[in-house]
Nanobody, 125 residues
Framework: VQLQASGGGLMQAGGSLRLSCVAS????????MGWFRQAPGREREFVAS????????SYASSVKGRFTVTRDNTKNTVYLQMNSLKPEDTAVYYCAAVLGTVANTNPRPDEFDYWGQGTQVTVSS
């Protein structure tokens, strides 16, 4: 499956952005989808994930209550709504997919098999 992320940009602290990730080449509703981010000099870290049904979501503690992950299986798209952005949210954001379900509420990057190219999010103070 191929993933194409978009929606990043420059935003002031306190603002909002919505990232999108469109999947192609696979049966989208068979994949759990995740969002990860990587800041300069830091390891890639988990942000949020959503099961293939959309019934269950998981969030990193650093974004819980501010970010919301959703998916539209009719559009082969997963979204990450980011509110109350902080400068520490600055990173390249990646969407990822894995066939089936990840049995981990704080998954590692290596638990996902397919990756998009990333979209830059920069939050100024």
């Amino acid at each position: 499956v191929q993933l194409q992320a978009s929606g990043g940009g420059l935003m002031q602290a306190g603002g909002s952005l919505r990232l999108s990730c469109v999947a192609s080449g696979g049966t989208f509703n068979h994949y759990e989808m995740g969002w990860f981010r990587q800041a300069p000099g830091r390891e890639r870290e988990f942000v949020a994930s959503i099961t293939w049904t959309g019934d269950f979501t998981s969030y990193a503690s650093s974004v819980k209550g501010r970010f919301t992950v959703t998916r539209d299986n009719t559009k082969n798209t997963v979204y990450l709504q980011m509110n109350s952005l902080k400068p520490e949210d600055t990173a390249v954001y990646y969407c990822a997919a894995v066939l089936g379900t990840v049995a981990n509420t704080n998954p590692r990057p290596d638990e996902f098999d397919y990756w998009g190219q990333g979209t830059q999010v920069t939050v100024s103070s």
